[in-house]
């Protein structure tokens, strides 16, 4: 199967600070990539969709200005949290849509996210 | 809104038996299904997908059924083996511009040696 990166794999920061993850699909072109959120023991909660070349898409509830997204590339997506705080600690997956039609998603590693 | 179950919540099982893992969704407009496996703090693992009209798809010792029209997948596990023990997370697509998927909470299998 296709191949996607993340980094950090694992961040500790301290409150009000910004933190920013990199996604990058390593074979593949990606149009669409997603960002997902998940609380431990919790499914995973999608919170936006990023389109190479435009704005990202954001779920109800998802807080556009503190969630920035990036997808300034067909290789590279990028969720930049702003002024962290504890509340936002969690596991940050993304994932890459393949160009093929048959629709596979393929999810990176994770980053854990710990907010002091 | 679409929602996912998933049946059992976790299971314990013998290393060799054959065991079924349910998966119901609400919205049964979809373009197809993806089962997944993730390991302990660990990202998703691709493991089948099945399109809207296919009924099975198999791979390995891995089979996943798809029922439409009820909203129903399941995924069957041949001769589990230790290496098996994760959760599993079925995942269907809703398709359209965004192609979104919307999660189960998985069933957490643990296959003992």
């Known amino acids: 199967g296709a191949v996607v990166s993340q980094h950090p794999s694992r961040v500790i920061c301290k409150s009000g600070t910004s933190v920013k993850i990199e996604c990058r699909s390593l074979?593949?072109?990606?149009?669409?990539m997603f960002w997902y959120r998940q609380f431990p023991k919790q499914s995973l909660m999608l919170m936006a969709t990023?389109?190479?070349?435009?704005?990202?898409?954001?779920e109800q509830g998802v807080e556009k200005d503190k969630f920035l997204i990036n997808h300034a590339s067909l290789t590279l997506s990028t969720l930049t949290v702003t002024s962290a705080h504890p509340e936002d600690s969690s596991f940050y997956i993304c994932?890459?849509?393949?160009?093929?039609?048959?629709?596979?998603?393929?999810f990176g590693p994770g980053t854990r996210l710990t907010v002091l | 809104k679409q929602e996912v179950t998933q049946i059992p919540a976790a299971l314990s099982v013998p290393e060799g038996e054959n065991l079924v893992l349910n998966c119901s969704f609400t919205?049964?407009?979809?373009?197809?299904l993806q089962w997944f496996r993730q390991d302990p703090g660990k990202g998703l693992t691709s493991l089948l997908l099945?399109?809207?009209?296919?009924r099975e798809q198999t791979s390995g010792r891995l089979n996943a059924s798809l029922d439409k029209s009820s909203g129903r997948s399941t995924l069957y596990i041949a001769a589990s083996q230790p290496g098996d023990s994760a959760t599993y997370l079925c995942?269907?697509?809703?398709?359209?511009?965004?192609?979104?998927?919307?999660f189960g909470k998985g069933t957490l299998l643990t296959v003992n040696p």
């Open positions: 074979d593949f072109q990606a149009t669409t």
């Open positions: 994932s890459a849509r393949a160009p093929s039609g048959a629709g596979w998603q393929y």
């Open positions: 919205d049964s407009a979809i373009y197809n």
């Open positions: 995942a269907p697509n809703s398709g359209g511009s965004n192609y979104k998927l919307t």
């Open positions: 099945i399109q809207s009209s296919q």
């Open positions: 990023s389109n190479e070349g435009s704005k990202a898409t954001y």
